[in-house]
């Protein structure tokens, strides 16, 4: 088998092209630190922050907007990044508007670029936002929402919050934990639901198989090529009901 040294990725973007050049290397196998596979920011854990963690004051996880993918609710805390291919201006607002924000978007070597919006228990108001297209020198005509929902740790919450969702007719709900996942799935059967994090999801109901989901629920991951079949086939129903 043959091995290869990378540096640590910075973010799934980065590990993305360290798999790809690893690939053209002719390695038989890619192994990545476990955290930089997840929505949790690597550089957010070493070195320095990581003390921030030992301390107990850990950051929430990512959820990501984009255009073909346009979330529509989150479970605070979090952060939100919005992101697009292009570079742009974000004017944003979580108090309704009352005091607006203007954040350049950072480019990234992988051609994508991003805003971050940090998201905590406090933060009660919608995420509203709205582009201007650095490029074009134009404005993106529309506003675009962001939902979010709070249950404090305490999980006899989730249900109505999901529900409360539910009503808000979302294309998709997304979640951090097992629990909101389960209540999500008992507030809807048909509204997609994606999760950063699920546990035993076959034992729980909310799957029938990791092969073939079968249901409206599936949870974020990277795909590779030459990954196995049963993990690209619960990637690709993922995409499938977010699309």
Request: charged share 25%; proline share 8%.
């Amino acid at each position: 088998m043959k091995t290869f040294e990378f540096t640590r990725p910075p973010d799934v973007g980065a590990a993305v092209a360290i798999a790809a050049r690893a690939r053209g290397k002719g390695a038989d196998l890619v192994v990545f630190p476990e955290l930089s596979l997840t929505g949790y920011l690597l550089q957010d854990l070493v070195p320095e922050v990581a003390e921030r963690y030992r301390n107990g004051k850990p950051r929430g996880p990512i959820e990501i907007w984009k255009p073909n993918r346009q979330i529509q609710s989150v479970t605070l805390p979090c952060r939100l990044r919005i992101q697009s291919d292009e570079p742009f201006m974000l004017h944003w607002s979580k108090d309704e508007w009352h005091h607006p924000n203007d954040s350049r978007s950072t480019h990234t070597a992988v051609g994508l670029d991003f805003v971050d919006i940090d998201l905590t228990a406090a933060d009660h108001a919608p995420v509203r936002f709205t582009f201007r297209w650095e490029t074009r020198g134009q404005w993106e005509g529309r506003d675009y929402v962001v939902e979010d929902r709070y249950a404090d740790g305490d999980s006899a919450r989730l249900p109505p919050l999901a529900e409360e969702l539910v009503r808000l007719k979302p294309d998709v709900i997304l979640t951090s934990s097992t629990d909101a996942a389960l209540a999500a799935k008992q507030a809807t059967p048909s509204i997609p639901i994606v999760s950063t994090a699920l546990t035993d999801p076959v034992g729980l109901g909310l799957v029938a198989s990791e092969a073939r989901p079968g249901t409206n629920v599936g949870w974020s991951m990277a795909v590779y090529s030459g990954v196995q079949p049963s993990s690209r086939s619960r990637a690709s129903t993922v995409l499938r009901a977010v699309a």
